[in-house]
């Protein structure tokens, strides 16, 4: 409040946003506002060019404007190890890390019974139907050590024991 009705729709929208809160949309629309006007257009364009053309990889779900991810397309990569990750953010971390070069599976989240989120809302039935149906030999369950990506990695390695490759948990420390 204490701004214009649309700086302040603009403020209450950003914030909606995971990890921005009402300061930090603030400053963003204020920066915005101070952008030259070609500037301006060409974000909001970006944005709806972004919405327009991203979507979920077929094969892992990680973000692409064609079917298949550069990673999933990459023929060079390691098709024998699987990294099942939470999220794209965590993809682009462990990539950011050049030390995996095997194929990635996002679950879109991690399981969270508070908030309902329970294995029929992630992606674990398509893992498990990708797993079936390929040749892996190992599978890292890279998800974050907080305590719900802790259960979802039991979880998961409760499903997938006894297929006949190892099941490994992301080292961390």
Same mark, same amino acid.
């Given at each position: 409040?204490?701004?214009?009705?649309?700086? @302040?729709?603009?403020? +209450?929208?950003?914030?909606?946003?995971?990890?921005?809160? *009402?300061? +930090?949309?603030?400053?963003?629309?204020?920066?915005?506002?101070?952008?030259?006007?070609?500037?301006? /257009?060409?974000?909001?364009?970006?944005?709806?060019? &972004? #919405? #327009? #053309?991203?979507? @979920?990889?077929?094969?892992?779900?990680?973000?692409?404007? !064609? @079917?298949?991810?550069?990673?999933?397309?990459?023929?060079?990569? @390691?098709?024998?190890?699987?990294?099942? /990750?939470?999220?794209?953010?965590?993809?682009?971390?462990?990539?950011?890390?050049?030390?995996?070069?095997?194929? %990635?599976?996002?679950?879109?989240?991690?399981?969270?019974?508070?908030?309902?989120?329970?294995?029929?809302?992630?992606? /674990? *039935? !398509?893992?498990? !139907?990708?797993?079936? +149906?390929?040749?892996?030999?190992? &599978?890292?369950? +890279?998800?974050?050590?907080?305590?719900?990506?802790?259960?979802?990695?039991? %979880?998961?390695?409760?499903?997938?024991?006894?297929?006949?490759?190892? /099941?490994?948990?992301?080292?961390?420390?």
């Amino acid at each position: 409040m204490g701004y214009t009705r649309s700086t @302040d729709r603009l403020i +209450a929208e950003l914030s909606r946003l995971p990890g921005v809160g *009402r300061r +930090a949309a603030q400053t963003m629309v204020l920066d915005i506002l101070k952008l030259p006007q070609e500037e301006a /257009v060409r974000l909001a364009r970006l944005i709806l060019d &972004v #919405k #327009k #053309k991203t979507r @979920d990889c077929t094969s892992c779900f990680n973000l692409t404007e !064609e @079917d298949l991810c550069p990673i999933c397309s990459d023929q060079s990569r @390691d098709r024998g190890l699987l990294c099942v /990750v939470e999220e794209p953010h965590d993809l682009a971390a462990l990539e950011r890390a050049k030390s995996f070069r095997g194929l %990635y599976h996002i679950l879109g989240g991690v399981l969270s019974p508070l908030e309902g989120i329970g294995p029929e809302q992630l992606r /674990v *039935r !398509e893992l498990l !139907e990708r797993i079936g +149906a390929g040749a892996f030999r190992e &599978v890292l369950i +890279a998800t974050n050590p907080t305590l719900e990506g802790e259960a979802t990695a039991l %979880y998961l390695g409760r499903q997938l024991k006894g297929l006949g490759f190892p /099941v490994t948990r992301l080292a961390r420390g």
